[in-house]
Nanobody
Framework: VQLQASGGGLVEAGGSLRLSCAAS????????MGWYRQAPGNQRELVAH???????NYADSVKGRFTISKDNAKNTVSLQMNSLKPEDTAVYYC????????????WGQGTQVTVSS
């Protein structure tokens, strides 16, 4: 398994959750790491990503509430989600967009986040 996601679960609106994704080293160090989500009936959408240099980008809908970070020593990327809303309910996927040493894209297994109102 090249990407292993953990975290997620059920939380009330206004609560917080943290997602983590562990990647193999040869992928992590060569990739833009990101989190996507897909709600029922919707297309998969970018939530946030972080580049190899640590630059971040967020979907407008999560700016100010979610924070993506990475631990280069542990080859992990995390998504801290605060002030969660029911519309954040979705399956969240970890992604590695490998841009060094040949372009390749990797997906982790999804993890369910459910926010109750």
């Amino acid at each position: 398994v090249q990407l292993q996601a953990s975290g997620g679960g059920l939380v009330e609106a206004g609560g917080s959750l943290r997602l983590s994704c562990a990647a193999s080293g040869n992928i992590f160090s060569r990739s833009i790491m990101g989190w996507y989500r897909q709600a029922p009936g919707n297309q998969r959408e970018l939530v946030a990503h972080i580049t190899m240099l640590g630059n971040t980008n967020y979907a407008d809908s999560v700016k100010g509430r979610f924070t993506i970070s990475k631990d280069n020593a542990k080859n992990t990327v995390s998504l801290q989600m605060n002030s969660l809303k029911p519309e954040d309910t979705a399956v969240y996927y970890c992604n590695a967009d490998k841009v060094v040493g040949g372009r390749q894209n990797y997906w982790g297994q999804g993890t369910q986040v459910t926010v109750s109102s």
